[in-house]
């Protein structure tokens, strides 16, 4: 079975027939965590209660393959003749999708059945000319140019939502870092930036898109990131559209299909972070691409030689606040109250963030450090 898990960043609108999997995955998870009424979950999946209990039930047994519908019907099966119609009709109009060859026909099946005997007859990957020729790049050697982006958050049911973000290599394919987070906050796209830097060294280019994390929304200024690149000497490029980004979003889908169904079931973020750590080592030395010739990623790339100290990138990648502390000798940073040693009740003081570090600073000395944390 093919797992399908609810994405709302990407924009997923559910309207097919028969609440799919990843419909019943969102309300149920959703009434799990008392966000909703079971009146309301009935409501959206267009249920009983009886038959929403069976869900719950399944699903706390077999996980999302309990919410699989296994009913079968004739009205949704194809004859040996409807597939021969489909893929004749693909091969004379290469244009046609799934769901337009569907339409066409008057099939009462899914698109996606569709697709499938479309894909098995070998015809998956033609498509009509382009209007408008569609122009692939690729890096010519390593640390070229790294893509960095932020998937659309994921639903685990015992956690809630976590985005990931990472970045990668356009001529490898190597992931230097990811994480999984809570937010898409701008620290979060430091830190991974600060350990990929650690770890790869320093690329020549960074392609992302337009997003507030990254760009600055004003026509005057720029954000934290884009400073920061600029004194790092990387050459930011700006995606007008996903596909611009077509290597880490195709990443996202393998994460999607590989990686996240083994934690569903995970009972807290730093569990899904520790076994990704062990996953995306896998990725990168271990499995072997067919893009590459059956050659791991790693096999393909090396270290940037621009490859600066820790002590010199924590002095080039440093992000400062400046903080007043209270009464109470606390501060806050990003919605979260820290506390502060006695002797700085009302003083302002900086915050120096060095990657996922926080440091205390007061005439130019540091008087205490915790780790960064969000809400």
Known sequence: MKILLYNHLQGLEVKELNNPVERKLEIVTKYLRH????????????CTAKTFYTYRQRFLKDGIEGLEDRRGGNNRKLTKEDIRTIVDLKKTDVWRSGRNIRDHLKFSVHPITVRRHVNAAGLGKINKEHLKPIQTFEAEYPNEMWQTDIMGKMVFPRIGEL???????????VVPYGEWFGSQHKAHVFIVWYFSLLYAGLPDKMLQDKGSQYKANQKVGQADYQYYAGRLGITLIWAKRAQTKGKIERFWRFVQSDFVPSVLNAESKVEVNEKFKIWLR??????????????????????????????????????????????????SLYGVWYRVPPGYMKCRIWIKVVGNVLYFQSMDKIFHSCKLRFK
């Open 282 to 331: 896998w990725y990168n030395f271990e499995f072997k691409s067919e893009y590459f010739g059956g050659k791991t990623h790693g096999e393909n790339w090396y270290p940037s030689k621009r490859k600066p100290s820790k002590e010199e990138l924590n002095d080039m990648l440093t992000v400062w606040e400046r903080r007043r502390v209270t009464v109470f000798n606390t501060i």
């Open 35 to 46: 966000e909703i009424t079971i009146q309301k979950a009935c409501k959206k999946l267009g």
């Open 163 to 173: 985005y990931l973000i990472a970045t990668l290599d356009d001529k490898s394919r």
